[in-house]
């Protein structure tokens, strides 16, 4: 059973440029979540999504970031019009459901703006 | 809002030796879940120990042991018979319960953990 699979690893992208980072969470896992991690930090909560549902997007910047998490097909950040401050490691995470056990992360995508 | 404070960022141990890493937090609630979570140069995330606030005994896991003062908002990491495979950044991570819409964890900042052979 592969774990939560995260890709691309690495994205390099120019700033103005749109960045899509995709999540496949674990197999049986309906629960997403997505967090960042900007260098010399910890890991900072941005969007908790279920199939087709956004249940909460507290940590998620007003403009140019969304998400989404289809009934088909991995979850999706996207980042529109990048910009250099939005260099840093994105993570996401996957649970069976809201219960204590089977918070999986997977190894991040790192982004870097030039 | 919750914080969770890691007020060592490096900590050396000699290779067999113990460390302790130290981590508070601040929340109003009564219940709610505590965590570390190691981080090795690879980036994965990897859950060494959980406590459950509403349990009296500190979570063991192998060399792994938390020391959990409720009273007093402190979670801290005990490492024992350091192995050269224990150096990473360590995250402790504070969790609300499960009745709470967010589901979230907040972390601190991270300890970054050298073991010396």
């Known amino acids: 059973n592969a774990g939560v699979m995260q890709n691309p690893r690495h994205l390099v992208r120019r700033r103005g440029q749109e960045a899509r980072l995709r999540c496949s969470p674990m197999?049986?896992?309906?629960?997403v979540y997505w967090y960042r991690q900007l260098p010399e930090e910890g890991l900072k909560f941005m969007v908790y999504l279920q199939k087709e549902n956004i249940i909460d997007e507290s940590g998620m910047p007003k403009e140019r970031f969304s998400a989404e998490f289809p009934k088909e097909g991995p979850s999706i950040l996207r980042i529109q019009q990048v910009v250099r401050g939005d260099s840093a490691a994105y993570f996401c995470?996957?649970?069976?459901?809201?219960?204590?056990?089977?918070?999986?992360f997977g190894s991040g995508t790192r982004l870097t703006v030039v | 809002a919750q914080t969770v404070t890691q007020s060592q960022p490096e900590m050396s141990v000699q290779e067999a030796e113990t460390v302790t890493l130290s981590c508070t937090y601040d929340t109003s609630e009564s219940d709610y879940y505590l965590f570390w979570y190691k981080q090795p140069p690879s980036r994965q995330m990897i859950l060494v120990i959980r406590?459950?606030?509403?349990?009296?005994q500190n979570a063991t896991e192998n060399r792994f042991s938390v020391n959990f003062q409720k009273a007093a908002k402190s979670f801290s990491l005990k490492i024992s018979d350091s192995q050269l495979g224990d150096a990473a950044m360590y995250f402790c991570a504070y969790r609300s319960p499960l009745y709470e819409t967010g589901n979230q964890f907040y972390f601190g900042t991270g300890t970054s953990l050298t073991v010396i052979p």
């Open positions: 995470a996957s649970s069976p459901d809201r219960t204590l056990a089977g918070y999986t």
């Open positions: 197999k049986g896992h309906s629960h």
């Open positions: 406590q459950e606030a509403y349990k009296q």
